[in-house]
C-alpha cells in the first residue's frame, strides 16, 4: 500500500516499509499510477491532486470535530495516532500537538530550522550560522552561533517540557530535535501508521 504525507517541502512517501521523498518545487504527482493515499497542508497541490482518481484523500475519512476547523491535517493525524504525549513535528513548520487522556489539549506552531536560520541571516550577515543543537540550554550563551541557537531553541524546549508528559518526534529534523529532547521517541513513521488505522477504520468505504 502507498502512502503519501505531502507537507510545504516534501512529499513523503511510505511503501510497506521503503520510506522515500520528493520536492514539492519539482516532482509530478501525475507520474504515480498505483492507488496513493494521502493527506496533503499543501493548498497549491489540492486541486491538482483531487483531479487525480488514483490519489485518494484520507482527510475526508476523518472525525474532525474534536479539531478546529483551520487545523492541520498532518496535526490531526499526528495526535490521532496517540492517547498521551507532546507530539513534535519537525518540518517547513514546527508543530508541537498536546495530548492527554486520548483527547486534544491543543498545540501551537513553531518556525522551522531553515526559516528561522533564514530570519536571522536577513537580519545581518552577523548572525548567518546554523543552529548548534548540542549547546547547554542551561547556560547562557557567550557566542554568537549560540545566542542565536539559544534564542530558537530554549523556549520551544522549556514549553514542550513544561506538560511533563512523553514527547514524540517526528518530521524530516526529527534527529536534530532529539540532540536537545535527548528522552523523546524518534517515529518517523508515526503519521503513516495513523494514516493505516484510518484506512483500516474505514476499508469497507475505501474500495
Ligand atoms: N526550503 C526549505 N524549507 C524547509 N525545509 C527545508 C527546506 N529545504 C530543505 N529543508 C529540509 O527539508 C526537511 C523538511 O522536513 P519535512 O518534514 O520533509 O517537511 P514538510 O513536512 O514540511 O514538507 C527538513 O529536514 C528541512 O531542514
Ligand atoms: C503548520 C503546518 C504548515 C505544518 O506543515 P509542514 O511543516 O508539515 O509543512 C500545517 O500543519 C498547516 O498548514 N497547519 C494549518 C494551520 C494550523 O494548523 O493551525
Ligand atoms: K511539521
Same mark, same amino acid.
Given at each position: 500500500?502507498?502512502?503519501?504525507?505531502?507537507?510545504?517541502?516534501?512529499?513523503?512517501?511510505?511503501?510497506?516499509?521503503?520510506?522515500?521523498?520528493?520536492?514539492?518545487?519539482?516532482?509530478?504527482?501525475?507520474?504515480?499510477?498505483?492507488?496513493?493515499?494521502?493527506?496533503?497542508?499543501?493548498?497549491?497541490?489540492?486541486?491538482?491532486?483531487?483531479?487525480?482518481?488514483?490519489?485518494?484523500?484520507? +482527510?475526508?475519512?476523518?472525525? &474532525?470535530?474534536? %479539531?478546529?476547523?483551520? #487545523?492541520?491535517?498532518d496535526r490531526i493525524f499526528a495526535v490521532e495516532a496517540i492517547n498521551e504525549g507532546?507530539i513534535?513535528d519537525?518540518?517547513?513548520?514546527?508543530?508541537?500537538d498536546?495530548v492527554?487522556?486520548n483527547?486534544?489539549?491543543?498545540?501551537?506552531?513553531?518556525?522551522?530550522?531553515?526559516?528561522?536560520?533564514?530570519?536571522?541571516?536577513?537580519?545581518?550577515?552577523?548572525?548567518?550560522?546554523?543552529?548548534?543543537?548540542?549547546?547547554?540550554?542551561?547556560?547562557?550563551?557567550?557566542?554568537?552561533?549560540?545566542?542565536? +541557537?539559544?534564542?530558537?531553541? &530554549?523556549?520551544? %524546549?522549556?514549553?514542550? #517540557?513544561?506538560?511533563?508528559?512523553?514527547?514524540i518526534?517526528t518530521?524530516?529534523?526529527?534527529?536534530?530535535?532529539?540532540?536537545?529532547?535527548?528522552?523523546?521517541?524518534?517515529d518517523?513513521k508515526l503519521i503513516f501508521n495513523s494514516m493505516k488505522k484510518i484506512?483500516?477504520?474505514?476499508?469497507?468505504?475505501?474500495?
Amino acid at each position: 500500500m502507498l502512502l503519501c504525507d505531502i507537507g510545504n517541502t516534501s512529499y513523503h512517501f511510505c511503501n510497506e516499509n521503503r520510506e522515500y521523498k520528493e520536492s514539492v518545487k519539482s516532482f509530478d504527482p501525475s507520474s504515480v499510477k498505483e492507488k496513493v493515499y494521502y493527506i496533503c497542508v499543501n493548498k497549491a497541490l489540492h486541486v491538482k491532486l483531487h483531479s487525480l482518481s488514483n490519489w485518494i484523500d484520507l +482527510s475526508e475519512y476523518i472525525d &474532525k470535530k474534536k %479539531y478546529y476547523q483551520t #487545523m492541520g491535517i498532518d496535526r490531526i493525524f499526528a495526535v490521532e495516532a496517540i492517547n498521551e504525549g507532546v507530539i513534535i513535528d519537525a518540518g517547513s513548520a514546527v508543530t508541537v500537538d498536546v495530548v492527554k487522556n486520548n483527547e486534544f489539549v491543543g498545540g501551537f506552531i513553531y518556525p522551522g530550522i531553515q526559516a528561522m536560520r533564514k530570519t536571522y541571516e536577513n537580519i545581518s550577515p552577523a548572525l548567518a550560522y546554523s543552529f548548534n543543537f548540542e549547546c547547554d540550554l542551561d547556560i547562557m550563551p557567550k557566542n554568537s552561533q549560540d545566542a542565536i +541557537s539559544y534564542g530558537y531553541l &530554549k523556549t520551544l %524546549y522549556s514549553e514542550v #517540557m513544561s506538560h511533563n508528559l512523553p514527547v514524540i518526534l517526528t518530521g524530516g529534523d526529527a534527529l536534530e530535535f532529539k540532540k536537545i529532547f535527548r528522552d523523546a521517541k524518534v517515529d518517523e513513521k508515526l503519521i503513516f501508521n495513523s494514516m493505516k488505522k484510518i484506512i483500516l477504520q474505514n476499508e469497507d468505504r475505501l474500495c
